[in-house]
């Protein structure tokens, strides 16, 4: 028996078992059965602690509240939805504050939509000119006075007369002549600019139509809530017709 103890703890038997798959554990598992010692017991997993109770009953504290939370809302919309079924019931007087202030910020914006700037822009400008003008034309002028013209080369033909030869001629005032012009003439000049431009516009016509007619659709309904029969240019407002 001592022999056989000796040989299953020699190497030759430790690499029997590596080969087998087998650990020192299980070795030890079945040397203890084969001595008839107890199974070693399995550790108990350690008590959860006492905090982790409270954190069980969150999900029943969040659902009980949610629900408080949703029967508040709904009737929070009842007693609202009945308090405009009586406002709905209960005549305005038109002097009434309420309605009067829904009624005046409705009528400016109308009025906001059906206005026009009116005005006159004043303009004052300096235009700087430096430009060259070509110019080609035939004119007739007049001589202011009498002009002497020397070495002037004159043909004259008559029956009497027969001249070609330079000579000094003159040309009484007022004598007509007709000249071609072929310049060109150099415009550098400041030309002042001062005028008003009278200027109209429509604001129904511009970008703040948009947002004109938005804030009269936010006012409508409640105006029309405390003042059904309101008529803005003979037109009812709160009438499905109407369009402000």
């Known amino acids: 028996m001592s022999q056989h103890s000796s040989n299953s703890g020699g190497p030759a038997s430790k690499l ?3 080969l087998r798959g087998e650990t020192d554990a299980n070795a030890r598992t079945r040397t203890q059965r084969r001595a008839g010692l107890p199974r070693p017991q399995a550790p108990t997993p350690a008590s959860a602690p006492a905090g982790e109770s409270r ?5 029943a504290f969040w659902t009980i509240a949610s629900g408080i939370s949703m ?3 709904v009737i ?3 007693f609202l939805l009945v308090l405009l079924q009586i406002l709905g019931k209960v005549p305005f007087q038109p002097e ?8 005046g910020l409705y009528q400016n914006f109308v009025k906001m939509d059906e206005a026009s700037i009116i005005a006159d822009v004043p303009v004052n400008y300096t235009i700087p000119l430096n430009i060259i003008v070509p110019v080609q034309t035939t ?3 007049t001589l202011a006075e009498t002009t002497v013209i020397p070495n002037a080369h004159v043909v004259i033909n008559t029956s009497g007369v027969d001249i070609d030869a330079d000579a000094v001629v003159t040309l009484p005032k007022g004598q007509p002549l007709n000249i071609t012009l072929d310049f060109p003439l150099t415009v550098q000049n400041n030309i002042p600019v001062q005028l008003n ?9 511009t970008q703040l139509h948009d947002p004109f007619v938005g804030l009269q659709e936010v006012v409508k309904p409640y105006y029309c809530l405390v003042e059904p029969n309101a008529i803005w240019n003979n037109i009812q407002i709160c009438s499905p017709l109407a369009n402000p």
């Open 139 to 141: 004119t007739r002028i």
């Open 96 to 103: 009434d504050q309420f309605a009067g202030l829904l009624g």
């Open 55 to 59: 954190y069980k009953l969150m999900p």
């Open 197 to 205: 431009v009278p200027v109209n516009i429509p604001l129904r016509n």
């Open 76 to 78: 929070l919309i009842a």
């Open 16 to 18: 029997k078992r590596i």
């Open 71 to 73: 029967i508040v809302n």
